[in-house]
Structures are given as structure tokens and as C-alpha cells.
């Protein structure tokens, strides 16, 4: 059974910085692409950031310079260190898996978390 988790979202003022986690399980991690999407409220979910499985890494255009996507393959794990939030990256975000970069890349993997909350505070 596959099972991407979530970790580290949370309540952060702006300027702040958060680190996201994704542990994955029950997938072949390494020859996954992983990703970061959110979705805030009222809005459609977008791309953050996406990591292929040879370490390419990709950004929504709003998150170059600030967001940095990485991954330990013997960890299982992608990560998501965001600086310099501001309050319109509030939202709840998702983790995402595919063999595919490009279905990663558009509209997202196969495989999702549940998702962690990021608030920031102005």
C-alpha cells in the first residue's frame, strides 16, 4: 500500500521560514518524481516544485528564489524548504508521486498525501 505523509507545516509570520517532509512508502522511491502542490482556499491547486528522480529539480514560477525542493532517496523522502513566506502562500500542501515528471508536472502524480497546513501570518 502506498502512503506519502506529511510533515512539518504549521503557523509561521511572514519572513519566517517552514521545512516540509513527504516520507513515502510502498513506492520505488527512487525512480519516482516527486513534487509539491497546494491549494488555498477558493483557489484551484497549483505546482510548488517538483524533483525527478535523478534530481531535476522544477519551480512554479511565484516560488524560484525562495522554495527549495530536495530528496534522500534512502531516506524515502522529499522535502520543501520554503523562506521568506508571505501570507498568499498560505495553504494546505500535498505531496505528490509518479513514475512521470510530465504527469507530475501537469496536474499531478499518481500517488497523494493528505496534505499539511502552512499558515503564515502578516
Known amino acids: 500500500q502506498v502512503q506519502l505523509v506529511e510533515s512539518g507545516g504549521g503557523l509561521v509570520q511572514t519572513g519566517g521560514s517552514l521545512r516540509l517532509s513527504c516520507a513515502a512508502s510502498?513506492?520505488?522511491?527512487?525512480?519516482?518524481?516527486m513534487g509539491w502542490y497546494r491549494q488555498a482556499p477558493g483557489k484551484q491547486r497549483e505546482l510548488v516544485a517538483a524533483?525527478?528522480?535523478?534530481?531535476?529539480?522544477n519551480y512554479a514560477d511565484s516560488m524560484k528564489g525562495r522554495f527549495t525542493i530536495s530528496r534522500d532517496n534512502a531516506k524515502n523522502t522529499v522535502y520543501l524548504q520554503m523562506n521568506s513566506l508571505k501570507p498568499e502562500d498560505t495553504a494546505v500542501y500535498y505531496c505528490?508521486?509518479?513514475?512521470?515528471?510530465?504527469?507530475?508536472?501537469?496536474?499531478?502524480?499518481?500517488?497523494w498525501g493528505q496534505g499539511t497546513q502552512v499558515t503564515v501570518s502578516s
Open positions: 505528490t508521486a509518479d513514475r512521470s515528471i510530465w504527469q507530475l508536472l501537469n496536474g499531478g502524480g499518481r500517488y
Open positions: 510502498g513506492i520505488a522511491f527512487s525512480s519516482n518524481a
Open positions: 524533483i525527478t528522480s535523478g534530481g531535476t529539480t
